[in-house]
């Protein structure tokens, strides 16, 4: 009865292939978010998605892209992935946007070789 | 530009006694504030919240206070447990935003026996 689950939990990787994490939440949340915490523990938003609209932050390199196949679920494609991409990656969710709170799921550790 | 600042990588606390973990911003348009808890491995799980109209909540053990002019929050644990023992994430959000939240970089709490 997870509310918002992601897989793999760990995803080790050779440069350049590409890769996806899924994200699926229970909560019933219209709003659903990509995080990376990279090694210097610094949480950041990469993506946050709605029915209407997508926000992407403009550091994310378009390799990265987000698909959500219905509202309980977004999932990250990376393409070509880069040593640098090695980081813990968060999902979230809310009802709405702004001034509300978000839930997180177990993060996706990535290791690129 | 760090716009969530925890200057505090680590505190260590006695059991029994309070926890003060302090939070500082720059950004004026916050007005949507949270703490999370996080364990070794896994996601940050939600805390406490305070909305820019108030200046205090309260919630159990804990207590989170705001004061806007110094753009300053913290939050008090009392009294600490064991298990209280993990990092402690301030973050913060605008309203209406969908730009998500604003991490600061945590404070480890350690609590000891």
């Known amino acids: 009865d997870t509310a918002v689950s992601q897989t793999p939990k760990y995803l080790v990787t050779q440069m350049g292939n590409d890769k996806s994490i899924k994200c699926e939440q229970n909560?019933?949340?219209?709003?659903m978010y990509w995080y990376k915490q990279d090694s210097k523990k610094f949480l950041k938003i990469m993506f946050s998605?709605?029915?209407?609209?997508?926000?992407i932050n403009e550091t994310v390199p378009n390799r990265f892209s987000p698909k959500s196949p219905d509202k309980a679920h977004l999932n990250l494609h990376i393409n070509s992935l880069e040593l640098g991409d090695s980081a813990v990656y968060f999902c979230?969710?809310?009802f709405g946007q702004g001034t509300v709170t978000q839930y997180f799921g177990p993060g996706t550790r990535l290791l690129v070789l | 530009d760090q716009q969530v600042k925890q200057n505090s990588p680590s505190l260590s606390v006695q059991e029994g006694r309070i926890s003060i973990l302090n939070c500082d911003y720059t950004?004026?348009?916050?007005?949507?504030f949270l703490w999370y808890k996080k364990y070794p491995a896994e996601g940050p799980t939600f805390l406490i919240s305070?909305?820019?109209?108030?200046d205090k909540n309260e919630d159990g053990r804990f207590t989170v206070f705001l004061n806007k002019s110094a753009k300053h929050l913290s939050l008090h644990i009392v009294p600490s447990q064991p298990g209280d023992s993990a990092v402690y994430f301030c973050?913060?959000?605008?309203?209406?935003?969908?730009?998500?939240?604003?991490f600061g970089k945590g404070t480890h709490l350690i609590i000891q026996p």
């Open positions: 979230a969710s809310s």
């Open positions: 909560l019933g949340h219209d709003t």
């Open positions: 998605y709605n029915n209407k609209e997508l926000i």
């Open positions: 950004n004026s348009m916050f007005d949507y």
């Open positions: 305070i909305s820019s109209i108030k």
């Open positions: 973050a913060a959000s605008v309203a209406g935003g969908a730009d998500g939240l604003t």
